[in-house]
């Protein structure tokens, strides 16, 4: 074998080892760069899962409302005590907004949805009209929550006082009119008579039920905290 033949078979595969060195090297450099782009592309060149954030949106704020906090509503219907009975619904809406530490928990206009608690009716003769109202839920930014408030308490008028005014009126004149018919024993025999008439028509007067006007504000006052979402 001749001396060029002998440093060709012993070059040959130096170039071929040196050629697929480069060749290595350029791909680790080009792969480098692909990923270099990307600061999160984990080794096998994949992007690596990070939660997804939105510039300018912030994550849910609850606010806890404290008990013995303050609620002004307003009613948006009448209630009459000869109309409801304990449970029944009413609607209200918040008159103020709730503020707590600077922020607004409950914003003034909210829905809210109240109940009845007890409804009595006046009697005729005696008995005055009692209503007794509560609050059971306000909505806000379309999430319902659970109200444990006191109760708004209203009676209505005494008339025992327009009783006496009957009786009294009918006795009076029961007596004028017996003294001109038959003089005083006809004054002590009319008397009564007329009281009785009298009575009768107390009896049959328009019972005093109590009405409370829509648009009347009311303050109540929670029993418990609540947490509201924002």
């Not at 450099?29 to 990923?35: D, E, G």
């Not at 009448?78 to 008159?95: K, L, N």
């Not at 009783?163 to 017996?178: K, M, V």
Request: glycine share 12%; proline share 5%.
């Amino acid at each position: 074998m001749s001396t060029k033949t002998k440093a060709f078979w012993i070059a040959f595969p130096l170039t071929v080892t040196a050629v697929s060195i480069l060749a290595v090297g350029r791909l680790h450099r080009t792969a480098n760069r692909s990923t270099g782009s990307n600061p999160s592309a984990n080794a096998a060149g994949t992007p690596s899962a990070e939660p997804a954030t939105s510039p300018g949106v912030s994550m849910p704020t609850e606010i806890t409302i404290p008990a013995n906090s303050e609620i002004e509503v307003r009613l948006n219907q009448s209630i009459a005590t000869s109309r409801v009975v304990a449970g029944d619904p009413f609607y209200a809406t918040v008159a103020d907004a709730v503020i707590v530490n600077g922020q607004t928990a409950i914003p003034k206009g909210s829905p809210v949805k109240g109940v009845v608690v007890s409804a009595r009716e006046a009697g005729r003769l005696h008995g005055v009209a009692e209503l007794r109202l509560a609050l059971a839920s306000v909505e806000v930014n379309g999430n319902d929550y659970d109200l444990h408030s006191n109760s708004f308490t209203r009676f209505g008028n005494n008339h025992k006082k327009r009783n006496w005014e009957f009786i009294g009126g009918g006795a009076g004149g029961g007596a004028l009119i017996g003294a001109l018919a038959g003089g005083g024993k006809g004054a002590l025999i009319g008397a009564p008579i007329a009281a009785g008439a009298g009575a009768a028509g107390a009896a049959v007067t328009e019972k005093r039920d109590l009405v409370i006007p829509a648009e009347t504000a009311m303050t109540f006052r929670l029993h418990e905290s609540v947490e509201v979402h924002l």
